[in-house]
């Protein structure tokens, strides 16, 4: 188990066969124990050969097959299954199993074929005849005995299925760690006297350390891994993205782009030279997008890592610190967390 996890953390990997080394080890794209792996049930085939693919040899791929085994957790998930996919698993909605098996979702097979489908299970009295009143809303609802300045409903989303497949384990994970697109991701630094670079990997390490303490953070700290990654990519990025919660939008992107600037200046995978083969126009722009993907896939996995693995799910009152604003199972980001991934959000 020792040398699987000293592998996990340290060996040297390659981006695929034929290609050079990587910055990044196993557990940077990944959560940091390789929980992952085992939770949504990667076979023991999968993980050797996944880890032959990124340059592990026969022996250190079957060392770290069974340190993955070795973890902790039950295997609730499949890969193929999409994470916190709502409705109910053999009957019994989502909610009314234990915590951990939340984000293992309802799985592919409870995807509504059409959006009309939630009718019977929002108003299960109306046989999807269409025809809902006000009285039914409320009772839907609950609208009468929930606190009015509660963000949530009476109703349990997570039990209500919708006609929409959420993205796999295998579309969180980033293509690109952001260390191989900018050099100095885990240490930045800021000039003498200037305002403080964004830091996303520091808002996580402040998390992760939390948590490990035992300690619980509050909605403001989490949500800074967000904040951070979202502040990192104003610089080189669209009007739209440039817009502050505030609501107010830069009129241009500050002086020096840290995206294509620190790309530019080392050797990382997603530097502009690897899109050399495309129109001058349209190669800045393009390594934009793919570098904002990668950086927010990031941001979602350790996410993940800091609720699910953290065990913040179920301390939801605790993190937002007031329970009657808190349903009984969730997040504690004041951003939009995963959905930073959409494309019409990361343009």
Not at 74 to 94: E, I
Not at 197 to 204: G, M, N, T, V, W
Not at 276 to 282: D, F, G, H, Q, R
Not at 317 to 333: A, F, K, Q, T, Y
Request: with cysteine; charged share 25%; net charge neutral.
């Amino acid at each position: 188990r020792n040398e699987g996890k000293n592998l996990w953390d340290n060996n040297t990997l390659i981006a695929r066969p034929g290609e050079g080394n990587i910055r990044a080890k196993c557990m940077d794209c990944h959560t940091k124990t390789g929980y992952d792996l085992k939770y949504f049930g990667y076979t023991n085939e999968s993980i050797y050969k996944r880890s032959r693919f990124h340059g592990f040899s026969d022996i250190e791929a079957k060392r770290l097959t069974r340190y993955i085994r070795s973890i902790g957790t039950h295997s609730y998930g499949r890969p193929w299954n999409p994470p916190y996919q709502p409705g109910d698993v053999g009957g019994a909605p989502l909610s009314s199993l234990p915590v951990e098996r939340w984000a293992a979702g309802a799985g592919n097979s409870r995807v509504l074929k059409k959006d009309e489908d939630m009718l019977s299970y929002v108003f299960p009295d109306t046989n999807n005849n269409g025809a809902v009143d006000q009285a039914d809303v409320d009772d839907a609802f609950q609208l009468s005995e929930v606190n009015p300045g509660a963000s949530y409903l009476g109703i349990k989303l997570s039990d209500v299925p919708i006609h929409l497949q959420l993205p796999d384990w295998n579309s969180w994970l980033p293509r690109v760690h952001p260390m191989d697109i900018w050099g100095d991701f885990k240490n930045v630094t800021s000039e003498e006297g200037a305002d403080p670079r964004p830091d996303p990997y520091k808002a996580y390490t402040y998390l992760k350390d939390t948590i490990e303490r035992g300690d619980i953070p509050l909605v403001w700290n989490v949500g800074r891994i967000m904040e951070e990654s979202m502040a990192f990519s104003k610089e080189g990025t669209t009007e739209v993205y440039r817009t502050t919660r505030s609501g107010m939008v830069l009129s241009s992107p500050p002086v020096g782009n840290i995206f294509r600037d620190a790309s530019r200046n080392n050797t990382g995978r997603l530097n502009v030279g690897v899109l050399a083969n495309s129109s001058a126009p349209y190669r800045d722009e393009m390594f934009d997008e793919k570098a904002k993907l990668s950086l927010n896939k990031w941001a979602a996995v350790k996410y993940f890592e800091v609720h699910h693995v953290g065990k913040l799910e179920y301390k939801l009152d605790m993190v937002i610190n007031n329970p009657e604003l808190v349903g009984e199972r969730g997040w504690g980001s004041p951003t939009s967390a995963v959905f930073q991934i959409a494309p019409h959000k990361i343009a």
